[in-house]
């Protein structure tokens, strides 16, 4: 996987690193883990800056956010009920607010 990411980062530079990192946040599978340390190590190399990088990284994520923020945003509050106050079953797993809260929330 770290090949063909590499070579993407080598032939877009910037624009590859914000591609991937939009396609991370809209595919998980993708991992930012493997992206991001290549286009740091393509700055400390002189070929992208750090910050070049990290703004183009941040900006890709950002723009993934945003795809899934006005999916969401289109739908019915309905839609995401059944999500509203889930757990693990041993208590010790992701905690959101409650149903309560989520019905006063503007949207």
Request: hydrophobic share 45%; net charge positive; charged share 15%.
């Amino acid at each position: 996987m770290g090949e063909w990411i590499q070579q993407l980062i080598d032939q877009l530079g910037y624009v590859g690193i914000a591609i991937l990192m939009f396609a991370e946040t809209v595919f998980p599978p993708l991992p930012s883990e493997v992206i991001m340390p290549l286009a740091g190590l393509r700055a400390a190399r002189g070929s992208l800056s750090l910050a070049g990088a990290v703004a183009a990284g941040s900006a890709g994520a950002m723009a993934g956010n945003l795809c899934w923020y006005f999916a969401a945003r289109s739908r019915d509050r309905s839609a995401f009920t059944g999500f509203v106050g889930c757990s693990s079953a041993m208590g010790d797993g992701w905690h959101s607010i409650g149903r309560r809260s989520s019905v006063r929330g503007t949207g």
